[in-house]
């Protein structure tokens, strides 16, 4: 039999690098991308075929696309992982942080499936997008983030029926809290982004406990690949997954807790229940 094929971004920590060992071991030949030069190398001596790419950059998607179409000719699986989550009040960070959120996050996800989609095509593919219950339940000082992974599941229905004529299947991922490298960088990125300048700056241990509320007791992320990897190989897959802490209850909450009441919730945990 053929060796299946897949591509998996953003593979230099977390749930990307879970994601390639985990296909490695059950006889995927694994295409793994990262944009550092230091987790190109970690990933190739580890025996994955590891590509440098920015998600961003159309020539190197272009690249990528030729490349894959001679070496392998056709992909089964693409797993759009790539992202980042801007932290901070929504305000602050302004339509520039959201332009750059909505570029890694959801402009990337097409651009990458637009540029594979003749690979995946030639071997009816599937195409998995990580979105996150923080598209489900928003939060505060993660409007940008939410905003974009409310995108992707958007985004993620509708390819799922354009792409349905072609045999091409998709498939949703929602994570909760999953262990891995996106609280430090959050936490880091809402450092840059707190200000003394700022209306919010007297509750700024409020946006602190958002930018780190990913990593309160998450779960590892080999449990989210784990299970990814076995919905992916089931004759019917599911086409929405939820795995990790909170990824059932937070969706519940928002579909059944009066919006007032949810919002109550939120303001009191993120410090927003009291004049500024």
């Not at 690979?119 to 996150?132: E, M, Y």
């Amino acid at each position: 039999m053929t060796q299946p094929t897949v591509l998996i971004t953003g593979c230099s920590s977390g749930i990307g690098r879970a994601l390639a060992g985990e296909f490695k071991q059950a006889g995927y030949q694994v295409w793994a991308t990262a944009r550092k030069a230091d987790d190109l190398a970690a990933l190739s001596d580890a025996g994955f075929n590891a590509v440098q790419l920015d998600v961003n950059d159309g020539l190197g998607l272009g690249q990528l696309a030729e490349r894959l179409k001679a070496e392998i000719g056709g992909l089964d699986v693409l797993i759009n992982n790539a992202g980042y989550g801007a932290m901070g009040p929504l305000l602050d960070g302004g339509v520039e942080a959201m332009r750059k959120q909505f570029e890694t996050n959801v402009f990337s996800l097409v651009g990458v499936t637009r540029a594979l989609f003749p690979l995946l095509r030639q071997n009816k593919g599937l195409v998995v997008n990580i979105g996150s219950v923080s598209g489900v339940l928003v939060t505060p000082f993660a409007g940008a983030y939410c905003a974009s992974k409310a995108a992707v599941h958007a985004l993620t229905d509708v390819l799922r029926l354009e792409l349905a004529p072609f045999a091409i299947e998709v498939m949703e991922v929602q994570p909760g809290a999953i262990a891995s490298s996106f609280g430090a960088s959050a936490s880091q990125q809402a450092e840059q982004l707190i200000d003394e300048a700022s209306p919010w700056w007297p509750i700024r241990e409020g946006i602190r406990a958002r930018a780190n509320a990913s990593q309160d007791n998450p779960t590892p992320a080999i449990h989210l690949a784990r299970n990814l990897l076995a919905a992916v190989q089931r004759s019917k897959r599911p086409r929405l997954l939820r795995l990790g802490k909170g990824s059932r209850v937070l969706p519940l909450m928002a579909a059944l807790l009066p919006k007032n009441l949810l919002e109550a919730l939120l303001k009191k945990r993120f410090g927003l229940d009291r004049s500024l």
